[in-house]
């Protein structure tokens, strides 16, 4: 995939465990080793030859996984702006643990079958999809690249991959629908009113989106250490950009353009209950996800209340600090739901391996978030192809290697829990 930058490979190596380690990665210790982390290395999107010093990638088609991103990202982005993407909650331990956890299943191959041609697609709400990857909702994408999420969706159309739209993009579902050619999913964030809720709703359906996600999983606290502490070593004028207040912190967010924010304290209510669920069933036409389930409990009410799916989801590790990884979770939620509903889930996923634990343990489809935000803001839309033909590819390898074909093969008979 093209040539990688000339250093020796321990050095290579050392640096990016540095660049991707949070403890070692913070701005004092990389400056005083000579390192300037969260400089502008971007000219005519380029990489410079300091980034090539520093054992970094300097191209999307060189990227031999999608962690490089994430050095490249880190290197480009302002600090806030990369402690956005990257933050959990508390020890960011949950953000950590999420993707550890798939080395918690072995996989269990079986030989001698004809995997001469490989089957990627699945079936989602009645809609045929070339791959289960699909993208997650990710708020904010001009901070990562100017063109934000129209760029995403320039890179899923290349690649034929379901995008969800967070409500809290910064550009607008109308823009990221065109630039798809064809409906996204569209992400909820309620707010605490209800007049607003509607208005987001209606927009989407005009827009032609098929699903609306109401996100569950987060509420307006949360206690995000990572990106504060960046903000300490930020020396830009962030309120340029950053309002005081709802209404201003909308104000780059196309999805509340032209509604009245007056009553609105946040974008989540923390007195919703199921019968919430019911409200917005009866408020659209829409297939209506709950995103941000992790229980059999849970999924067994979304299924009692009506929902059409579900996202196995702890908002990558940005809501609570559980510790509780989602690929554990999903194992109960499938079973609740005893196939009635499709479940979806999210958190951790850096493989094409991890895409196909998820599917034996009965994900119908899996989303990424982080992964193309790294590939985005390194690259802009190449990146984010990159991203998505790196976990192709990966996901295409080990099912011919497990011995299954076609997704539909892929069952909890292939895989195992690592004792």
């Known amino acids: ?39 502008s290395a971007m000219r005519g999107g380029k990489i410079l030859a300091t980034a090539e010093t520093a054992g970094l990638i300097t191209s999307a088609e060189q990227a031999l996984d999608v962690m490089e991103f994430e050095a490249v990202a880190r290197k480009v982005l302002p600090p806030a702006h990369f402690a956005y993407l990257a933050t959990g909650v508390d020890d960011d331990a949950t953000v950590g643990i999420n993707h550890e956890a798939y080395s918690h299943f072995e996989i269990r191959s079986r030989r001698l079958i004809d995997v001469s041609k490989i089957d990627t697609s699945i079936r989602l709400l009645g809609t045929t999809w070339e791959t289960p990857i699909f993208l997650c909702p990710v708020s904010a994408m001009k901070a990562f690249h100017p063109e934000g999420e129209v760029a995403a969706a320039k890179a899923a159309r290349s690649r034929h991959h379901l995008q969800i739209l967070s ?28 007049n607003v809720t509607r208005a987001i709703i209606k927009r989407a359906e005009a827009a032609g989106s098929p699903a609306l996600v ?13 990106i504060a502490r960046a903000r300490r070593v930020d020396d830009r004028d962030c309120s340029v950009c950053h309002e005081s207040g709802f209404a201003g912190y909308a104000r780059t967010k196309p999805m509340f353009d032209g509604l009245d924010l007056s009553k609105v304290t946040g974008l989540y209510a923390s007195n919703l209950t199921w019968d919430f669920v019911k409200r917005l069933k009866d408020a659209t036409r ?52 005893q196939g009635k509903i499709p479940v979806l889930i999210d958190g951790g996923i850096r493989r094409g391996t991890d895409v196909f634990k998820a599917l034996a343990l009965g994900a119908t489809a899996v989303g990424i978030g982080r992964p193309y935000g790294w590939g985005l803001a390194a690259f802009g839309q190449p990146g984010v192809e990159a991203v998505l033909a790196i976990m192709r590819r990966e996901l295409e390898i080990i099912m011919g290697q497990a011995g299954t074909p076609s997704v539909a093969g892929i069952t909890k008979a292939f895989v195992t829990p690592r004792t």
């Not at 109401?214 to 990572?226: A, C, G």
């Open 286 to 337: 829409m297939k209506l996800l709950l995103k941000g389930i992790v229980t059999k409990e849970d999924a067994q009410l979304a299924v009692q209340h009506g929902a059409d799916g579900i996202v196995v989801s702890n908002h990558g590790g940005r809501a609570e600090e559980s510790l509780r990884p989602t690929i554990e979770c999903l194992p109960e939620v499938v079973a609740a739901v």
């Open 1 to 39: 995939m093209g040539s990688t930058p000339h250093v020796s490979d321990s050095r290579r190596k050392f640096l990016r465990y540095l660049a991707l380690s949070p403890a070692l990665a913070s701005p004092a210790l990389l400056k005083a080793s000579g390192w300037n982390v969260f400089g």
């Open 214 to 226: 109401f996100t569950v999983d987060l509420h307006n606290d949360s206690n995000r250490e990572t």
């Open 167 to 194: 409500t809290v993009a910064s550009s607008s579902v109308e823009e990221v629908t065109a630039a798809r050619g064809a409906p996204v999913w569209q992400q909820l964030y309620p707010t605490n009113d209800w």
